[in-house]
């Protein structure tokens, strides 16, 4: 039923761009007014995905196998295939109404009521597919019909919704992130789905042992076991002023370690400074971001690659900026001009440039909005689907740990407890400790 798994993945994107919708209603009648960019980037997405995407493989491979197995289904089933069919025209309506928001308050005030109208109408198509159709199909469905529908659903050569397709609707969606405001949340406050994770069984990249670090006579870290390895991602966990922090930068050397070593591929890096450890493939996504504020887009981009030939920059910057067309088109501006998230993003493609091995993000989703967390995440999950190892330290532990193969809890520079994402999470102790449960 992996057909199932899809349709419910482009629900829970879709509640999110309601949400966001809703609030951002709220904002028109608080006198704000529409940033046309951002609209016509939801709109875009709804169009070319729902109407074009999510809509048709529904209406031309679920809906009609269910019609012959249940005879109930039809009457639910004309009212969903007649909301599809009017689509394009609710679309065509909001984008009018977007045009006239530009005139006048009344003008605003009219389109922050059709976007409600939308928004109500679009939870409410989500909520009867979830609650009526879906359980429905489940029970008739026989094995047969839910084989062709998952090929069907999964044939990536498909040129409306295969592999490219997809892949075009995560750059939508993530051009909606880019483009919200800041005050704008997605509602979303988990990361999604939990599934049960098997450690790969890769060779060992990292391998830490008894890391103690100081400040002053205090010890920040009081002999720390790590190992990461190759693919994985590992989440490091643990409140405010557990060590997440020092101990991703005493890891890429810029923070003096006082006890224990380093091995990175097979390698004793321990006496190695930060940039030779950088060139051995170890790039931090600090904490706070740290990007460079008069500095261009690009130029900061050029600092994450410092350690790299030359021929390298110009292929590595449009990788990056195919990751986050937002920066390209910021390219030339001062990163200083960017929003928070977008900084966020500029710090993690910073980081990309130096061609990381091992790639450790510093709490990329703190101080966000929960839409950009959301897509912080996202972001994190598509560079590990990419095969990158991946250290992610967070304060938001359940969202780190319901994307990370493994992880370690840290409290006051030690680590308490270790293992999968997925067994820490239904640890009773984390789960009261952090994960406020
Ligand atoms: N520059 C510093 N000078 C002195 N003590 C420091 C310094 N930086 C951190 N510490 C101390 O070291 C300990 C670990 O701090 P660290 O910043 O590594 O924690 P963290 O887990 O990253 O916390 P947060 O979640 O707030 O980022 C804390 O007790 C902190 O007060
Ligand atoms: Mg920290």
């Known amino acids: 039923m992996e057909a199932l798994r899809v349709i419910t993945e482009e629900h829970q994107n879709l509640w999110r761009i309601a949400i966001t919708l809703d609030l951002m209603a709220d904002e028109l009648d608080a006198g704000s007014t529409a940033e046309p960019a951002f609209y016509s980037s939801v709109f875009d997405y709804l169009e070319q995905f729902v109407d074009r995407v999510h809509h048709p493989k529904e209406d031309d491979f679920l809906f009609p196998v269910l019609r012959q197995r249940s005879t109930e289904a039809a009457a639910v089933l004309d009212r969903l295939q007649a909301e599809h069919r009017h689509g394009h025209a609710r679309l065509d309506a909001l984008r009018q109404a977007l045009a006239a928001s530009a005139v006048d308050a009344a003008g605003r005030r009219d389109f922050a009521a059709a976007l409600r109208g939308y928004t109500q109408g679009l939870k409410g198509h989500i909520r009867s597919e979830e609650t009526d159709v879906i359980p429905l199909a489940r029970q008739v469905l026989t ?34 992130a880019a483009l919200a405001p800041e005050s704008v949340g997605l ?9 049960p994770v098997t450690p790969p069984a890769g060779e060992v990249l990292l391998k830490v042992a008894g890391m103690e670090s100081c400040y002053g006579r205090i010890k920040a870290l009081k002999g720390i076991d790590f190992e990461v390895r190759r693919g994985e991602t590992v989440a490091l966990v643990g409140s405010n002023g557990a060590g997440k922090t020092t101990f991703l930068r005493t890891l890429s050397g810029v923070q003096p370690m006082s006890a224990g070593s380093v091995h990175f591929a097979g390698e ?53 900026f ?13 990163a200083g001009t960017l929003s928070g998230g977008q900084q966020q993003m500029l710090a993690i493609g910073r980081a990309l440039m130096g061609r990381p091995r091992l ?33 992610l ?39 009261a400790a952090y994960l406020g449960m």
Not at 187 to 195: D, I, P, Q, V
Not at 413 to 420: A, H, P, Q, R
């Open 187 to 195: 509602g979303a406050h988990s990361a999604g789905e939990l599934r």
């Open 143 to 176: 094995g047969d019909d839910w084989a062709a529908i998952d090929r069907a659903f999964l044939d990536n050569k498909d040129p409306a919704f295969g592999g490219d397709a997809r892949a075009e609707f995560r750059e939508l969606f993530h051009r909606i």
């Open 268 to 320: 004793d890096i321990s006496q190695l400074r930060s940039d030779m450890r950088m060139r051995r493939g170890i790039c931090h996504s600090p904490e706070g971001r740290q990007v460079f504020g008069p500095l261009s887009i690009e130029d900061n981009l050029r600092l994450g690659a410092y350690t790299q030939p030359r021929e390298h920059v110009a292929e590595d910057m449009e990788k990056v």
């Open 322 to 334: 195919a990751m986050f067309p937002i920066l390209k088109e910021k390219r030339a501006l001062p």
């Open 359 to 391: 790639l450790l993000l510093d709490e990329p989703s703190m101080g966000l909005a929960p839409l950009l967390v959301q897509e912080v995440f996202n972001v994190v999950r598509a560079l590990k689907e990419q095969g990158m190892t991946i250290i």
């Open 393 to 431: 330290a967070e304060q938001n532990a359940f969202a780190a740990l319901a994307i990370a193969d493994r992880g370690y809890v840290l409290e006051t520079g030690s680590v308490t407890l270790s293992g999968s994402g997925q067994a820490l999470i239904s640890n009773e102790q984390v789960r």
